[in-house]
């Protein structure tokens, strides 16, 4: 008994036993008279075994607050590169319709200065009569 205790120790100490060795080591250091340290080892892990846990908070807890601000920071990033989109495109919209505006403003004045141009090449006929006695053939009577 003796000699399968040491071999059985030894091959424990190594991590080589296996749970029946291990339940047979147990039961033999028990039953033992020397081998003080081993019992109290072996005392000490079945003690640590029947403990209850401790429960410790969650680590994800703190996790989970640091996700919903992360998630009410995508929203709001969200928000505001699309504001900022429609934005841009509003403006670029408001751009384009006022540059139509001013090109239609344009077109007006170039038919309006058309029109008085030719108005004004009716007059071009009479650009040799400088008074309107020419005009009118008045004749100056000095008497």
């Not at 892990?45 to 992360?70: D, H, N, Y």
């Not at 071009?124 to 309107?132: E, I, N, P, R, V």
Request: charged share 30%; glycine share 4%.
């Amino acid at each position: 008994m003796k000699d399968r205790l040491e071999k059985l120790l030894d091959k424990y100490w190594e991590g080589e036993t296996s749970l029946e060795e291990e339940k047979e080591l147990k039961n033999l250091v028990s039953l033992s008279d020397g081998h003080l340290e081993e019992k109290e080892f072996f005392l000490g892990t079945k003690a640590i075994a029947e403990q209850e846990p401790i429960l410790f908070p969650m680590p994800g807890s703190r996790s989970l607050i640091f996700s919903k601000w992360m998630k009410i920071a995508a929203v709001l990033v969200f928000f505001l590169i699309s504001t900022t989109v429609i934005y841009k495109m509003e403006m670029q919209r408001a751009e384009k319709e006022a540059y139509e505006q001013v090109m239609q403003a344009f077109a007006l004045i170039q038919t309006n200065m058309r029109k008085g141009t030719e108005s004004l090449e009716l007059m071009g006929d009479f650009k040799h009569l400088s008074t309107t006695q020419e005009i009118f053939n008045i004749k100056d009577h000095k008497e």
